[in-house]
């Protein structure tokens, strides 16, 4: 948190079919693919998300950023 501006990020196993649910205020953005994997980026209550499955994890960020903030993130996670 900083401010008045904030960045969540969750990673929680699943039990495979059965995903959680995230709440989407809008129509889907885009889905941004990396290296095979789609991440779906959303908004919700006025903050982007990127929400992304992998093996068993459901993977989450959220904030008050941009849009390319958030692929940069991705793409960052990628490369480590």
């Keep these: 948190r900083d ?3 904030e960045l969540k990020i969750r990673v929680q196993t ?5 995903p959680g649910k995230v709440e989407i205020d809008k129509d889907l953005i885009e889905i ?3 290296n095979n994997i789609e ?3 959303v908004s919700n209550h006025a903050q982007v ?3 992304w499955t992998i ?3 459901e993977c989450y960020i959220a904030g ?3 849009i390319e903030e958030l692929k940069n993130m991705i793409d960052s996670i ?3």
């Design 3 to 5: 401010g008045d501006k």
């Design 14 to 18: 699943y039990i495979e079919g059965d």
């Design 32 to 34: 941004h693919k990396v």
């Design 39 to 41: 991440y779906y980026i």
């Design 49 to 51: 998300q990127a929400i």
């Design 55 to 57: 093996d068993s994890y």
């Design 64 to 66: 008050d950023i941009s």
């Design 78 to 80: 990628e490369k480590g």
